[in-house]
């Protein structure tokens, strides 16, 4: 046999489905094998594997033990004179495989290769070709010179920037994420070394082809699209540790005891200034608006205060007590900053109307408290009506700035409708247009662009490939979704290539699969649409949600003793409100008839769903889907007040 190729797979289930089938098209004509190792997935991926992908061969683990553990196992099953070690977030061109077993026939001297790798936005990926981390290289990268310098011969080695990413290459390291390998090397050589849990095992393994007299190369001449870790972000902190950790194995096993010692200082120097910088953006990301807004607010109130206790206050005779300062007014911008939090004011994208409400919603909210308070504590009614109206011009004025010196982050406005085109033959193309109509709730706008330019003037299509171009200047489309069925990987690749100065997202639609994949930010691994719109999982109605369960959750604690004559079984309805108050249910969720077919966004398991809303009726099983995808694609507060209502004697269930 000819080739076998490893795909270890985590909890990526769409992004392996995309991958085996550019793999299976890139293996016709070669006699070849395809394995892939799971790793204790529970996001349905052994499911989708048995059911659409038969003749694949599947090892299923019941823990993960790492991923150099996973290639080894396939590895000793491997009868191919080659191994390929391939991510599952990636999409090889249909004759990525031929080309590169073909080189390796001609280059008996090649221990391993490895391939040019583009991401999501069609962008090269550096990590295509490295050099040894020796403690120096690992100086410069730390330390950022290898960034400023990239193309340098002394700051630039990390990633080779002074070599040409068009030109077949000798290289340090090869990248793991596509890794072909010369089997009776690894015979000679040994397997990936276990010791590596994750990251660092391509390092160690390149290093070890180098030292056995083979050599690494960098094949540009075919390209492959990786998403950049969809199961490992790698902005998080268990990333840092994980990845520099493997640094430390590989010094601790090739480098002498003095360049360990240097090594690992450098090391733990990345470590922490990696976890602090980390940490700082978590928090600056998180309590930023929060922070300036009390500040402001404060400020702004403790002022008014002055002034209102100067010009009325003071004549008359008095002054505010210092409790007003240091519990009054802080109480009431934790009013004010919670209704605003509460009505979505410091969701993304900064919506002015939230803010006024909640702003509004918390001063009813302070006024109606103040109104019930003793008279020795009701300082002026009139600060709070001023401190409301400076609250409100504060909030507003400081995200008017930030929009004008950072309109990515603190962007103003609603999100628009997306414009999307769709490229790929009639009948693929519709399909994927019904997809995307279930997905969003109101696109922009859908054309069909045909692949071949001489089926462009019939059938819908607004236009070819060709003038892909002026499709998008013309209909000011804000993304491409290419049909896989369709069209070659190559021209995708190419397409995407071409076009990555256009502000344009891509995302890639697998054949018969209810997922669209693709990567919308170059700093992002990689996102999807599944036929269910994740409306339910939007931050805004998972917290309404919440606050809805809770609510219902003490009201109904406090008129227990009446509900246990209307619920069937009072004893269930104590023990729902408790898992319920705790997080482990909630009071509305999906029906579970055939729910796993569905692929819906995950939510909390429901004490009830959309059919106890019909009274008890019974309701097929298709219009049971139907209710379980449009609850979760338009959801809504009344809905499932509407539910908890109607199923109010089921929810001791």
């Given amino acids: 046999m000819k080739l076998s190729i490893v795909i270890v797979n985590y909890n990526v289930k769409y992004f392996m489905e995309q991958c085996l089938h550019s793999v299976q098209k890139a293996c016709q004509g070669i ?122 011969k002394m700051f630039g080695k990390y990633h080779l920037g002074y070599l040409d990413r068009e030109k077949i290459h000798t290289v340090d390291v090869l990248s793991g994420a596509c890794m072909l390998l010369r089997k009776k090397v690894l015979e000679v050589i040994g397997l990936l070394d276990e010791s590596f849990f994750m990251y660092g095992e391509d390092i160690d393994l390149s290093y070890r082809i180098t030292k056995a007299g083979f050599k690494n190369y960098y094949f540009p001449e075919t390209r492959i699209i990786h998403y950049k870790g969809e199961s490992t972000k ?13 640094m430390i194995i590989f010094a601790n096993k090739h480098f002498s005891q003095k360049n360990i010692r240097s090594y690992s200082f450098l090391i733990n120097i990345a470590i922490y200034l990696r976890a602090f910088i980390s940490i700082l953006n978590r928090f600056f990301s998180r309590i930023l608006l929060p922070f300036l807004d009390t500040i402001l607010i404060f400020a702004g109130i403790f002022y008014i205060k002055n002034y ?44 002015i109307l939230k803010i006024v409400q909640g702003i509004f919603t918390g001063t009813i909210i302070i006024l109606v408290v103040y109104s019930l308070l003793n008279e020795h504590y009701r300082f002026s009614r009139a600060i709070i009506i001023l401190g409301a109206i400076w609250g409100m011009i504060a909030m507003l004025g400081m995200r008017y700035l930030l929009h004008l010196f950072d309109s990515k982050n603190f962007r103003i406005g609603v999100e628009k409708n997306k414009r999307f085109v769709i490229v790929g033959e009639i009948e693929e ?51 491409i979704i290419f049909c896989s069925k369709d069209i070659p990987a190559n021209v995708i690749i190419d397409k995407m290539s071409d076009l990555k100065d256009e502000q344009v997202d891509y995302k890639i639609a697998p054949p018969e699969s209810l997922s669209i994949i693709g990567s919308n930010s170059i700093n992002t691994s990689g996102d999807l649409y599944v036929i269910d719109i994740n409306t339910i999982t939007k931050i805004s109605n998972r917290r309404n949600k919440r606050m809805l369960d809770i609510l219902l959750c003490f009201t109904l604690m406090a008129f227990y003793p009446a509900a246990i004559f209307i619920v069937k079984k009072p004893i269930g309805l104590l023990r729902n409100i408790f898992s319920v108050l705790f997080g482990f249910k909630s009071w509305v969720g999906y029906s579970s008839r055939r729910l796993s077919d569905l692929h819906l966004p995950e939510i909390r398991k429901g004490v009830l769903n959309p059919e106890d809303a019909f009274n008890g009726k019974e309701i097929p099983e298709e219009a049971n889907t139907r209710l379980n995808l449009m609850y979760a694609r338009d959801y809504k507060l009344t809905n499932d007040a509407t539910i908890i209502i109607k199923g109010f004697r089921e929810t001791g269930r």
């Fill in 31 to 152: 006699d070849s094998e395809i394995f892939v190792v799971d790793n204790n997935s529970v996001d349905g991926s052994v499911k989708m594997i048995r059911e659409k992908f038969p003749e694949i061969r599947l090892i299923e683990n019941k823990e993960n033990r790492g991923f150099s553990f996973a290639n080894n196992q396939a590895i000793r099953k491997a009868k191919g004179d080659y191994i390929l070690l391939l991510n599952p977030d990636t999409i090889v061109e249909d004759d990525t495989l031929h080309k590169i077993v073909r080189f390796m026939d001609d280059h008996p001297d090649a221990g391993g290769l490895g391939v040019k790798m583009l991401d999501g936005k069609g962008k090269f990926l550096p990590e295509s070709k490295r050099g040894l981390p020796s403690p120096s290289v690992a100086f410069f990268k730390i330390f950022g010179l290898s960034a400023l310098f990239p193309r340098s």
């Fill in 234 to 246: 790698k902005s998080s902190l268990n990333y840092v540790f994980m990845f520099y950790n493997a």
């Fill in 308 to 351: 209102w206790e100067r010009t009325f206050i003071i004549p008359a005779g008095g002054h505010f007590p210092e409790e007003f300062v240091l519990i009054a007014l802080l109480l009431y911008i934790i009013v004010w900053l919670i209704s605003v939090y509460l009505s979505g004011g410091y969701d993304k994208p900064i919506n």
């Fill in 429 to 479: 193309a519709e399909r994927v247009s019904g997809l995307l109509q279930k997905t969003f709730m109101n696109p922009g706008f859908i054309g069909l662009v045909s692949y071949h330019a001489h089926k462009y003037n019939v059938n819908g299509f607004i236009g070819h490939l060709g003038q892909i171009k002026e499709i998008i200047t013309i209909h000011k489309v804000d993304e």
